[in-house]
């Protein structure tokens, strides 16, 4: 087996470019072979199989996000609010293009309809378990509402965002750094609208 430093990275960096370039059923681990600059034997050295790699290219994701959603960790719906337009242009912005190919891949397979764990859905899972004590314990607080409004109003307009960028700021002539903060405040207005909401309903309980 030759001695290729970070082989297990560059495999799991190619097969990101290829999966996002010809999707998962479409590619091929001579592809992944071939972009990687390694021999298929190397490949199957450090994975089982395409499937395997997939699956650790999601959990390495996931992983990275859960230490990302300790920053706010113990916030309540008020600082969820108030921070929402830094955190993304200081921290989620950074994340998510750095694993831009992987969550374009993660919203293919997720939009297979023969999909019964959706990838997508795990990042709203970890957003729900990460929930501070003050959002959880209120009296309004209502789990699946709670989960369609991290996914619908958060998650997917952010995904849509990184997928769409490169190619809505050439269509549309715009500067990618404008194209962000004009993300960034519509998010803020929207998704910061029902954490706004919840402050509300905890004032009434």
Known sequence: MPNIPDARKRILDAAAKVF???????????????????????????????EDILEVMIQNCLDEYAELLQIGKQ????DKSKNMVSRLENHY?????????IIRIMLFESLKKNARRPPIFQF???VVENDSEAIKSSAS??????RVAE??????????????QEQWCDYFNIL?????QLFASLIAETHGAYHQNRIRSECNE
């Open 75 to 78: 916030d309540d719906h008020d």
């Open 176 to 180: 990618p750094k404008d194209f962000g």
């Open 124 to 126: 709203v899972e970890g």
């Open 20 to 50: 996002s370039e010809k999707s998962f059923d479409g590619a091929r681990i001579t592809d992944i072979s071939k972009a990687a600059s390694v021999p298929s034997s190397l490949i199957y050295y450090h994975f089982k199989s395409k």
């Open 93 to 101: 912005f950074s994340f998510a293009q750095n694993n831009v190919e």
């Open 141 to 146: 607080y209502h789990l699946e509402e709670r």
């Open 151 to 164: 996914f619908f109003t958060s998650l997917l307009p952010l995904c849509s965002f990184l997928c769409f």
